[in-house]
């Protein structure tokens, strides 16, 4: 029986929940090391980025962007559908409107109930 372990991605899907610039990363790890789903693995090659291996398991809690020491090194892609509810600007008159709206509309003034 063989000694080696082995990591098999999940190539069906398309996001790649997060992303690296290996300019700025050390390939300390931290990010591996705090999610709490295992999305990442380290990289066999020291002080390179880690690996996306199970992006369909990120909850975009942004724990390894927290705690990474290196600004930069390190964003998360939120899907398409997570970004939709956003509002978007108007860049000439910075008018802001959400899909289907003119307007956003005005903040919720009621109290909790309860
Ligand atoms: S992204 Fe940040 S925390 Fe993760 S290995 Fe690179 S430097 Fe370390
Ligand atoms: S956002 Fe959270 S779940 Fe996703 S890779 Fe980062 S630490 Fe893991």
Redesign the pocket.
């Known amino acids: 029986m063989s000694d080696k372990v082995y990591m098999v991605p999940n190539p069906p899907t398309p996001n790649k929940?997060?992303e690296f610039n290996p300019d700025i990363c050390s390939g300390c790890n931290l990010?591996v090391d705090?999610?709490?789903?295992?999305?990442?693995m380290p990289n066999p090659e020291k002080k390179k980025p880690p690996i996306?291996l199970y992006?369909e398991?990120?909850?975009?809690?942004?724990?390894?962007?927290?705690?990474c020491p290196r600004p930069g090194a390190?964003t998360?892609l939120h899907p398409t559908q997570q970004r939709i509810s956003m509002n978007w600007k108007r860049k000439d008159t910075g008018e802001l409107f959400r899909l289907g709206m003119k307007n956003p509309p005005p903040p919720n003034t009621r109290p909790p109930s309860g």
């Open positions: 929940a997060v990010c705090v999610c709490p789903t295992d999305v990442m996306v992006p398991e990120c909850w975009y809690c942004g724990g390894c962007v927290e705690e390190i998360m």
